[in-house]
């Protein structure tokens, strides 16, 4: 029997290696989560740089609020 197309989708994802830009817990540092290969993209150019600190702000300001989920954009346009 053949995988649905978002049971395949799923397994994609839980096959990416998933952390933070430092490498530490999120909780620790307050950083995004993101696929390592994103992370290295975004590190690798200074305007990805700027966009990762960007998400890291936001991601620190909804975690002082109390959120645990932060919209900060570095997912944005991804199918979901």
Not at 15 to 23: A, E, F, I, L, V
Not at 32 to 51: D, F
Request: without cysteine; glycine residues 8%; charged residues 40%.
């Amino acid at each position: 029997m053949a995988l649905k197309k978002t049971q395949k989708s799923l397994k994609r994802w839980s096959k990416q290696k998933w952390r933070t830009p430092s490498g530490k817990k999120s909780s620790e540092t307050g950083e995004v989560y993101a696929p390592a290969s994103t992370i290295k993209k975004l590190k690798s150019t200074p305007k990805g740089r700027k966009k990762l600190a960007a998400a890291n702000k936001k991601k620190r300001a909804a975690t002082k609020k109390g959120k645990q989920h932060a919209k900060h954009g570095l997912h944005k346009g991804k199918k979901r």
